[in-house]
């Protein structure tokens, strides 16, 4: 690894793995990271890249957490660091890292482009330039056994109050049968971007609006914003372990795949590994959207991860080629049959293979593409503040410390201030 990334190896631990040839300044350097398969399935894609055209690559692995990750990221490119050739960016990134990417709409034909979800090439458009191709989608989902809520007579679970009693009644049947370690419901409950993920969701499900609305205006301080609050921390030590609040993806997918909780909210990644040859639980899980308020929708927030070109790669060109590489339609096929990543082309979701193996893409096709979005495109480069102090004070809430409306009215005063200090 190069000098900065050699400073960095502090406060982080960078990984290098060669695809294709040893490390040298000629070698492609891409980042990826993330839960479950993510990093083996972009690995294979690299190597498959590299057996095809003859061109070296390494992986560099970074934080699977996504608020360290672009803290990283946003320090390598202030350094105007060439380290990284193509990086993995959250879909909440485009508009803070953006300056320092290449416009792809200058390598990729727009035939290729089109292929994709108009929305999520929106999300990617800044200031007219694409600074990134999407590369997997991505939407919050309601996990469920399958077995349990057939054993007790209880059907999916379409509002929020429906999940609780659900899961009140399981777990406490499943306890006195001799499984002390039942839970629920798990999710992610950590002070960090997933808790952001999770708590649009139940605002948004109660129709209370999605924190700053599409004229920037902050509304997030709303009754039906408060009801949602109240609900989730009335789960805390009741239907969801109090360690749920330092869950993340991976904790809350561990409990449920073990055997130990009725629901689960979590991302389609958990489908495969759940149902995996090893799993306690395979074939026993079944996937659903999410349940709603009794003034709200069903709703997932919009996730997934790009691919974008640093400006400041020596070789952009094969960089490009890379990244159209992974975000083909076969290599996105590959992903979602053995990984159940959920592709950015539409077609896919009519692919035969594609349903044969991950058949609730075609069932819930419509809740991927209508997925709620944060609101990093209204708030731009100040987003990371917008959801840092979004998930504090619904943190907060969460552990007790201060009710649902008086946590909100403080955050809705502070994102009000933020904006007035020079505008999203």
Same mark, same amino acid.
């Given at each position: 690894?190069?000098? #900065? ?20 300044? =000629? ?6 990271? =993330?839960?479950?398969?993510? !990093? ?9 890249? /590299? ?9 560099? /692995? ?9 803290a990283l ?13 193509? +990086? ?47 590369w997997f ?10 077995? $349990? ?13 429906? @999940? ?30 997933? %808790?952001?993920?999770?708590? $649009? ?7 209370? =609006? ?9 509304? #997030? ?7 949602? @609050? ?5 789960? #805390? ?18 409990? !449920? ?22 799993? &306690? ?9 999410? &349940? ?9 927030? $919009? ?12 070789? &952009? ?26 592709? *950015? ?9 594609? @349903?044969?193996?991950?058949?609730? +893409? ?34 907060? *809430? $969460?552990? =007790? ?9 403080? %955050?809705?005063?502070?994102l009000t201030?933020? /904006? ?5």
């Amino acid at each position: 690894m190069r000098r #900065v990334l050699g400073t960095l190896a502090t406060v982080w631990t960078i990984a290098a793995t060669a695809c294709g040839a040893p490390a040298d300044d =000629g070698v492609l350097a891409i980042s990826c990271a =993330g839960v479950g398969t993510q !990093f083996e399935l972009c690995r294979q894609g690299v190597e498959a890249w /590299s057996a095809s055209t003859g061109h070296a690559a390494r992986l560099v /692995s970074a934080p699977n957490s996504s608020t360290e990750r672009l803290a990283l990221y946003q320090q390598l490119l202030a350094a105007r660091a060439g380290d990284i050739d193509v +990086f993995q960016i959250d879909v909440v990134w485009p508009g803070i890292l953006g300056p320092h990417f290449v416009d792809l709409r200058d390598f990729v034909p727009e035939a290729e482009i089109d292929g994709h979800f108009p929305a999520i090439i929106a999300n990617n458009t800044v200031d007219g330039r694409l600074v990134a191709m999407p590369w997997f989608t991505d939407t919050g989902l309601l996990y469920y056994r399958s077995d $349990l809520l057939e054993r007790y007579g209880e059907a999916v679970p379409e509002t929020w109050d429906q @999940l609780r009693a659900a899961a009140e009644r399981i777990q406490r049947a499943e306890r006195r049968s001799g499984n002390d370690r039942m839970w629920g419901f798990v999710w992610q409950g950590r002070a960090y971007e997933g %808790l952001t993920c999770n708590a $649009l969701e139940w605002i948004a499900s109660h129709g209370g =609006g999605r924190i700053v609305d599409d004229e920037g205006r902050v509304t #997030v301080a709303n009754p039906r914003a408060e009801r949602a @609050l109240t609900v989730a921390a009335s789960w #805390v030590g009741v239907i969801s372990p109090r360690g749920v609040l330092n869950y993340a993806e991976e904790e809350a997918r561990g409990v !449920f795949q073990s055997g130990d909780a009725v629901f689960m909210r979590n991302w389609p990644y958990a489908w495969a590994l759940a149902n995996g040859g090893d799993s &306690p639980v395979a074939g026993l899980v079944g996937v659903a959207a999410l &349940p709603r308020g009794a003034e709200g929708r069903h709703v997932g927030t $919009l996730g997934g991860w790009q691919l974008a070109v640093s400006r400041y790669s020596t070789q &952009p060109e094969r960089a490009v080629d890379l990244v159209r590489w992974l975000t083909r339609r076969d290599e996105q096929e590959r992903r979602a049959i053995t990984g159940a990543l959920l592709p *950015t082309i539409e077609a896919l979701y009519r692919d035969p293979d594609v @349903l044969a193996a991950q058949p609730f +893409f075609g069932e819930l096709a419509p809740l991927f593409r209508e997925a709620i979005a944060r609101p990093s495109a209204i708030t731009g480069i100040r987003y990371n503040q917008v959801s840092s102090a979004f998930w504090t004070a619904v943190h907060a *809430t $969460l552990v =007790g410390d201060g009710s649902a409306a008086a946590n909100l009215a403080e %955050l809705e005063e502070r994102l009000t201030l933020l /904006s007035r200090g020079g505008g999203w």
